[in-house]
C-alpha cells in the first residue's frame, strides 16, 4: 500500500504538518503568560491550527495514496473527523497550558493528542465511498497508536522545556513526526477489498465530494497553515512607550548601580513601580545592600500569584514586562527587567545580559558561545540563559571561578 504513494506528496504532507505544529505550538506557548480574553483567544488559534495541520497532512497523505479510482469522500464523515480532531487537540493544549506542567497532566495531554490524531484518521478513511470495503491489520493499528502518543509526548516535552526558537522547532518537527508517523503506519495496514455494497450504503448516507474538491480545497489549507506560520514569524510591535531602556551596566562598570552614576536627586521617577529603598555600599564585597522583596509578583488567569525567590531561576525581559522562570515554566511579572533587578538581592541575582538577570545559587553549567557564554539553571525543567561578554568576568568571579579582588572591565 504504502510503496505506490506519491513521494511528492508524502514530503508536502509532512512540511504542512511541521509549519501547523510550529504555528499551533507557538501560539500554545504565549497562552501561559497571557490573561483575560485573549488567551482564550490563543488557545482557540493553536488548536486551530494543529487540528487543520493534522487534518491536511492526513488528506493530503489519502491524495497521495494509490486509493480506488472510483472512491469519493463523504462529507458528513469528513467534516466530524476535523470537529472531533479539534475538540481533542484543543483539551491537549488546555492542560499543558493552564496550571502547573505536571508529568500526569502531560501524560494525559499526550494520550488525547494522540486520540485526536487517531481518530481524525481513522473517521476520515472510512469517510471514503466507493464499490470496496476497508479492512485494517490489527497489528498496525495498535503500532499507530503507540506512535501518535509517544511522539506527541516527546513534542510537549519539549514544547513545555522551551528556551527560544529552537525548541519550538524541535517541538514543531516532532508534533510532524507524530501526525505523519501514524498516518503513514496506519495506511500501511489498511486494504481495500473490492466489491460488496459499500458503494450504494455510502451514497445513501449523504452528500460527496469528489478527488479534485477535496483536492482543492487541500490547496487552500495548505495556503492558509503557510501564511498563519509566516505571520507568525512577524514579531510582536512593542507595547506603547518605546523600547526598552538599555541595561545601564552592559557596557560599563561590572559592579556599576543605575543609581549610582547621577545624583539621588537626578534619578529617573519610576511612577508605576512601588517605592524601592535605595541600595546601600556593602562594605568588603562591593555589592549594594537593599531590603529585598521576599516575593515576586506573577500573572495568573485567576489572579495575581507570588513566587518565593528561592524558587526563582531567571529573570527575562518582555517588552515593558519579565517573564520569570521558576524551574518548570516561565510566567509573567508585571515588573520590567530594570524594576526587577532593583528589587532583587544583589548578593544571590546578577543581570547577565541586557534582558536578563539569573539567580546565581542555580547556575548548574557555564560555558563559552561566541563572543559571550551561556549559563545552564538548574530546576525541573533545566533552561538557558545568554551571558554578554562584558558580563562574563563578574560572573565568573561571583561563581568563584576568578578571586573577588580580581578587575572587571
Not at 522545556?161 to 501526525?179: E, K
Not at 531561576?313 to 515588573?335: F, K, L, N, P
Request: include cysteine; charged fraction near 15%; charge should be neutral.
Amino acid at each position: 500500500m504504502f510503496t505506490g504513494h506519491n513521494p511528492y506528496l508524502v514530503a508536502l504532507s509532512v512540511a504542512i504538518a511541521i509549519l501547523g505544529g510550529y504555528t499551533g505550538f507557538g501560539l500554545a506557548a504565549r497562552v501561559r503568560d497571557t490573561p483575560g480574553a485573549r488567551r482564550r483567544l490563543l488557545l482557540a488559534g493553536a488548536a486551530l491550527f494543529l487540528a487543520v495541520s493534522i487534518w491536511t497532512m492526513h488528506f493530503i497523505g489519502v491524495l497521495a495514496a494509490p486509493i480506488p479510482p472510483d472512491a469519493v469522500y463523504l462529507v458528513l464523515p469528513t467534516i466530524t473527523s476535523f470537529l472531533i480532531c479539534a475538540l481533542v487537540v484543543g483539551l491537549s493544549l488546555f492542560f499543558v497550558s493552564v496550571g502547573e506542567p505536571s508529568t500526569p497532566r502531560v501524560i494525559a495531554s499526550a494520550l488525547l493528542l494522540g486520540a485526536g490524531i487517531v481518530s481524525m484518521h481513522y473517521v476520515g478513511v472510512h469517510g471514503l465511498a466507493g464499490d470496496f470495503h476497508v479492512e485494517h491489520d490489527p497489528a498496525i493499528v495498535a503500532l499507530s497508536v503507540l506512535i501518535a502518543v509517544g511522539a506527541g509526548y516527546g513534542g510537549l516535552r519539549i514544547f513545555l522545556a522551551r528556551h527560544g526558537g529552537t525548541r519550538l522547532v524541535l517541538s514543531a518537527v516532532a508534533f510532524g513526526i507524530a501526525v505523519s508517523g501514524m498516518h503513514y503506519t496506519a495506511m500501511y495496514g489498511m486494504h481495500f477489498v473490492p466489491g460488496g455494497s459499500g458503494h450504494d450504503l455510502h451514497i445513501a448516507m449523504g452528500p460527496v465530494a469528489s478527488p479534485q474538491m477535496l483536492a482543492l480545497i487541500v490547496v487552500l489549507l495548505c495556503f492558509l497553515i503557510a501564511a498563519g506560520f509566516l505571520l507568525f514569524l512577524v514579531p510582536e510591535p512593542r507595547a506603547r512607550g518605546g523600547p526598552l531602556p538599555a541595561d545601564p551596566v552592559e557596557e560599563g562598570d561590572a559592579f556599576a548601580l543605575e543609581t549610582e552614576a547621577m545624583p539621588e536627586t537626578e534619578a529617573p521617577a519610576r511612577p508605576s513601580a512601588p517605592q524601592a529603598q535605595r541600595p546601600l555600599p556593602l562594605r568588603g564585597l562591593g555589592l549594594p545592600r537593599i531590603v529585598p522583596v521576599p516575593r515576586i509578583p506573577v500573572e495568573a488567569a485567576d489572579g495575581i500569584h507570588f513566587i518565593d525567590v528561592a524558587q526563582v531561576r531567571s529573570i527575562r525581559a518582555d517588552a515593558h514586562y519579565t517573564q520569570v522562570h521558576d524551574g518548570t515554566r516561565e510566567r509573567m511579572c508585571a515588573w520590567s527587567i530594570s524594576q526587577a533587578e532593583t528589587q532583587l538581592d544583589p548578593a544571590v541575582f546578577l543581570r547577565v545580559h541586557r534582558s536578563h538577570i539569573v539567580a546565581i545559587p542555580h547556575v548548574a553549567l557555564m560555558r563559552k558561545e561566541g563572543d559571550g557564554a551561556v549559563v545552564e539553571l538548574d530546576g525541573a525543567v533545566r533552561h538557558l540563559v545568554p551571558v554578554s561578554r562584558a558580563k562574563i568576568a563578574e560572573l565568573r568571579v561571583r561563581l568563584g571561578l576568578l578571586p573577588r579582588h580580581h578587575h572587571v572591565s
